[in-house]
Every structure is written in C-alpha cells, then in structure tokens.
C-alpha cells in the first residue's frame, strides 16, 4: 500500500475548495476528468487548475505566461503544491477581477501586466520559502 505523502493530503485538502474543482477560465467542472482518468491539468507558474480544452489555448501562449502540467492525482511535488496554496483558482480570479481582466479571452488575460506581477509574487514567495530551509 502506497504511503500518502505529506503533498498528497495537502493537494486533497486545496482539492475540497469548490473553486479548485472548475476550470479558472471557463468554469466547467473539473470533476469528470479527474474521475475519468485521475488526470488533472495545472497552470503551474499561475497556481491554477484548468480544464483540457483550456489548458492548450495555455500551452500556446508558452512557458512565460502559463506552464502547463497533467498530473495523476498523488503524484505532485511538495513545492508543485506550494504554488496552489499560495495561488489557487479563487485567488488567481479575485487578483484579475481587480483589474477587470477575468472576462478577457485566455491569452490577454495570461499575458497581461497584472497577470506577470502575480506570477512574480508567486515565485518570490516561492523561491522565499525555500531559501530558508
């Protein structure tokens, strides 16, 4: 029996916010998917979950604005969850609805000013708490 890491119960836990469970961008439940195939996709650089569709209208805008991930469920990296809990789809939409960006197609939203400070302040809090280890 696999041993349930320390970065599986925390990924569990960002899974019960009901924002987590549907796509940041078209809102569609993700739901289906990770049942379907215990795959789900991830904006890794933008602490997002998105859904399949979404998630190759992000892999052509490349790695600067959004670094796309699927992931088996159970497999994520310690610091892979650190990224969620400091974004997450709730926090990312709240930061873009300040700055009327959350109705914007993918890719001006994902490659606006707004959206490169907070991939910016993601990686600084990141790069942060790693460095004092």
């Known amino acids: 029996m696999k041993k349930v890491s320390k970065a599986d ?5 960002l899974m019960e916010d009901p924002c987590n469970q549907q796509c940041a961008d078209c809102e569609c439940s993700l739901l289906p998917c990770i ?7 991830i904006s890794l650089n933008n602490g ?8 190759n209208f992000h892999k052509a ?6 670094i796309i ?19 997450g789809n709730k926090r ?6 300040k700055y009327d ?8 939203k994902y490659k606006s000013r707004a959206a490169n400070y907070y991939r910016a302040k993601v990686v600084s809090f990141l790069t942060f708490s790693f460095e004092r280890r």
């Open 101 to 108: 960006l959350n109705v914007l197609d993918i890719e001006t």
């Open 35 to 41: 049942r379907q195939s215990n795959l789900l996709y």
């Open 48 to 55: 997002v979950f998105v859904c399949p569709s979404c998630s």
């Open 61 to 66: 805008l490349g790695e600067s604005a959004s």
């Open 9 to 13: 119960v925390s990924f569990m836990k």
């Open 92 to 97: 990312f939409t709240e930061f873009m609805e």
């Open 69 to 87: 991930k699927a992931i088996r469920i159970g497999h994520l990296e310690e610091k892979e969850v650190k990224y969620f809990k400091m974004g």
